[in-house]
């Protein structure tokens, strides 16, 4: 695709169920990185991938939180047993290549609701 | 840590008007980026502009230009000639060596026909 694809648009689970939020990232993008953004808040950081590793996983809140890319390209963000406060919306973005000079391309995201 | 504040919560401004969107930064790096980004309901974050630090120049596209005070840490982004599509969440925004983009909490822009 042209751009940063995060599916479901939209999800809504119950409290205490699994969830996976999945990002394509554009055509040989090799940095991948996921924020979430609660309501009235910019986006906070939580994992950034190079290629198939994770670079840096300093944001991710717990260890309810966890995300692969296993093979360079799509990821996945996976939630366990989650809470309330998970509620946000989930925001993918791609880059060609790591560093602070490379523009990175954004999703759409997607709004998680926990009930 | 680094640190972005936007003071503004919300903003408004007449249609065809002027209007300065504030922003400072903490940091004890020399070398980073600035960017701001528009935000508008459909969620997807849009790059307006980057400054790099190192650059005195200021940065500027089309109607969009920032004023880079790097001693003081601000960076602000002026928009010429509002059009009622500018209207948005604009995000000031920092990254540096460790690739991570710091985001303020953002300013509402309103744009008044």
């Known amino acids: 695709g042209a751009g940063v694809s995060q599916t479901p648009s939209n999800k809504v689970t119950e409290k205490g169920k699994y969830v996976e939020l999945r990002c394509d990232p554009i055509?040989?993008?090799?940095?991948l990185y996921w924020y979430r953004q609660s309501l009235g808040q910019g986006p906070e950081f939580l994992i950034y991938?190079?290629?198939?590793?994770?670079?840096?996983d300093s944001g991710l809140p717990n260890d309810r939180f966890f995300a692969v890319r296993p093979e360079g390209s799509v990821s996945t963000l996976k939630i366990q047993r989650t809470e309330r406060g998970d509620s946000a919306v989930y925001l993918c973005?791609?880059?060609?290549?790591?560093?602070?000079?490379?523009?990175?391309?954004f999703g759409q995201g997607t709004r998680l609701t926990v009930v | 840590a680094q640190t972005v504040t936007q003071s503004q919560p919300e903003m408004s401004v007449q249609e065809a008007e002027t209007v300065t969107l504030s922003c400072t930064y903490d940091?004890?790096?020399?070398?980073?980026?600035l960017f701001w980004y528009k935000q508008p309901p459909s969620r997807q974050m849009i790059l307006v502009i980057r400054?790099?630090?190192?650059?005195?120049q200021n940065a500027t596209e089309n109607r969009f230009s920032v004023n880079f005070q790097k001693a003081a840490k601000s960076f602000s982004l002026k928009i010429s000639d509002s059009q009622l599509g500018d209207a948005a969440m604009y995000f000031c925004?920092?990254?540096?060596?460790?690739?991570?983009?710091?985001f303020g909490k953002g300013t509402r822009l309103h744009i008044l026909p």
């Open positions: 991938f190079q290629g198939t590793g994770a670079a840096d």
């Open positions: 400054q790099e630090a190192y650059k005195q």
């Open positions: 925004a920092y990254r540096s060596l460790d690739d991570k983009i710091i």
């Open positions: 973005a791609s880059s060609l290549q790591s560093g602070m000079n490379t523009e990175a391309f």
């Open positions: 940091t004890s790096e020399s070398d980073y980026y």
């Open positions: 055509s040989g993008h090799t940095a």
